[in-house]
Structure formats: C-alpha cells, structure tokens
C-alpha cells in the first residue's frame, strides 16, 4: 500500500527553539496533507491542512504563527513548531489522501519540550 | 462540523472471545468510515474500511457494519489474540473526502 513517510519520529528540543517535522507520500503525489496532533491517550485533533502552492487552512484555536505550514511539492509537507514550550510537547502525526477517499497516515513524532 | 463518538473508552476480553467497537456520527453527509489500529508511540494503520454505499465488509477476523440511518458503525474482531492489543480509533469522513474526524479510542487489551 502507499507509504506516507515522517520524520523524525521523536525529538527532544530546549523552550525557545523550532522544530521542523517532514511528511513525505513516498510513492504516490498529494496536493493536499493534513496535520493532526495528539496527545496522550486521546485522540487525533486536526490542526491544519496543508496545500501545494498555496497557504495551508488552519483550524480553529490553532496558531498559524506558532505551527508553520509549508508543502513545497507534490510529495513533501513541513511544520515547524516555532518558540517551541512545553505546552507544545505531543504526538504529531501528518497524513496524506490517497483516491477520492481515503488517506494514509505518517508513524507519528513525538515532540518534547524541555 | 462532524462529531465522532466511540464507545466503549476500554475494553479487556479473553483471548479467542469477541471485541465489539461502537460509533456514532453526526453529519449525514459523510461517506466513508475508516478503522484505525494505533501501537504505543507509532502512528495510526488502517485496518479496515466502509463506505456509505456498503452495510458490512469483512477481512478475515475483521469486521465492520454501518447503519447510515442511524448513524452508527461498528468494529467486530472474532477470535482475538493478544496482538490485537492496542487503541482502536474510528473516524467519519468530511463533507470534502480525505479529511477524518476521529472518535476518541478504544484502548482494547486481549488477556492470554
């Protein structure tokens, strides 16, 4: 099946800095991948869609200037989580559609701040 | 917007006895009904799938069933093995495909 490829899967970072999490469709093109956040033992949130080419549709509640969204081709989308705080600490987890419905979905990062 | 919910939050069953799965949905408009498997610390897999237009599918030891009168669809695994362990999400498609809401998990523990 498709492969949707994130990376890192864990990072440990100190409050102040960004962080950039990578999401790849390794065998297959997306214009559009979603980020979802979680955290623990809960479930998945939307946080954003991202969009190739054009600026990504943030949900509610969620910071654009705290969670930039960058999907520079058919098969890479970024997030950096900028002036990281432990509040930020969680499970990132990007996915990727594939056909009319369905959507593969990256192993997840998991984000720590110190 | 769509909201998901998902019953029973836990759920522990003997080894080779069945595990049930509930959910509920709130926009008719959505089409498509994934069942995800989620490991500690790993992402979400797919494990099976239903669409609006379908009332059962089954995969092996797998099953899914939808009421989209009612709006509910459920997750049945016969035969249960202690590597089904993990937390079952379900989720309802947006009005636009693609994008899921979940339902907020199911942590099942199959006990040898």
């Given at each position: 099946?498709?492969?949707?490829?994130?990376?890192?899967s864990w990072?440990?970072?100190?409050?102040?800095?960004?962080?950039?999490?990578?999401?790849?469709?390794?065998?297959?093109?997306?214009?559009?991948?979603?980020?979802?956040?979680?955290?623990p033992?809960?479930?998945?949130?939307?946080?954003?869609?991202?969009?190739?080419?054009?600026?990504?549709?943030?949900?509610?509640?969620?910071?654009?200037?705290?969670?930039?969204?960058?999907?520079?081709?058919?098969?890479?989308?970024?997030?950096?989580?900028?002036?990281?705080?432990?509040?930020?600490?969680?499970f990132?987890?990007?996915?990727?559609?594939?056909?009319?419905?369905?959507?593969?979905?990256?192993q997840g990062t998991r984000?720590?701040?110190? | 917007?769509?909201?998901?919910?998902?019953?029973?939050?836990?759920?522990?069953?003997?080894?080779?006895?069945?595990?049930?799965?509930?959910?509920?949905?709130?926009?008719?408009?959505?089409?498509?009904?994934?069942?995800?498997?989620q490991e500690l610390g790993k992402g979400?897999?797919?494990?099976?799938?239903?669409?609006?237009?379908?009332?059962?599918?089954?995969?092996?030891?797998?099953?899914?069933?939808?009421?989209?009168?009612?709006?509910?669809?459920?997750?049945?695994?016969?035969?249960?093995?202690?590597?089904?362990?993990?937390?079952?999400?379900?989720?309802?498609?947006?009005?636009?495909?693609?994008?899921?809401?979940?339902?907020?998990?199911?942590?099942?523990?199959?006990?040898?």
């Amino acid at each position: 099946g498709a492969v949707v490829s994130q990376h890192p899967s864990w990072v440990i970072c100190k409050s102040g800095t960004s962080v950039k999490i990578e999401c790849r469709s390794l065998d297959f093109q997306a214009t559009t991948m979603f980020w979802y956040r979680q955290f623990p033992k809960q479930s998945l949130m939307l946080m954003a869609t991202s969009n190739e080419g054009s600026k990504a549709t943030y949900e509610q509640g969620v910071e654009k200037d705290k969670f930039l969204i960058n999907h520079a081709s058919l098969t890479l989308s970024t997030l950096t989580v900028t002036s990281a705080h432990p509040e930020d600490s969680s499970f990132y987890i990007c996915s990727a559609p594939f056909g009319i419905l369905e959507a593969f979905f990256g192993q997840g990062t998991r984000l720590t701040v110190v | 917007g769509e909201n998901v919910e998902q019953h029973p939050s836990t759920l522990s069953v003997q080894e080779g006895d069945s595990a049930v799965i509930k959910c509920t949905y709130s926009d008719s408009a959505s089409n498509y009904f994934p069942w995800y498997k989620q490991e500690l610390g790993k992402g979400p897999q797919l494990i099976i799938d239903i669409r609006s237009n379908v009332g059962e599918k089954k995969d092996q030891r797998i099953a899914v069933t939808l009421n989209k009168t009612a709006k509910h669809f459920s997750l049945h695994i016969t035969e249960t093995q202690p590597e089904d362990s993990a937390v079952y999400f379900c989720a309802a498609s947006s009005r636009t495909g693609n994008q899921f809401y979940f339902g907020t998990g199911t942590s099942l523990t199959v006990i040898p």
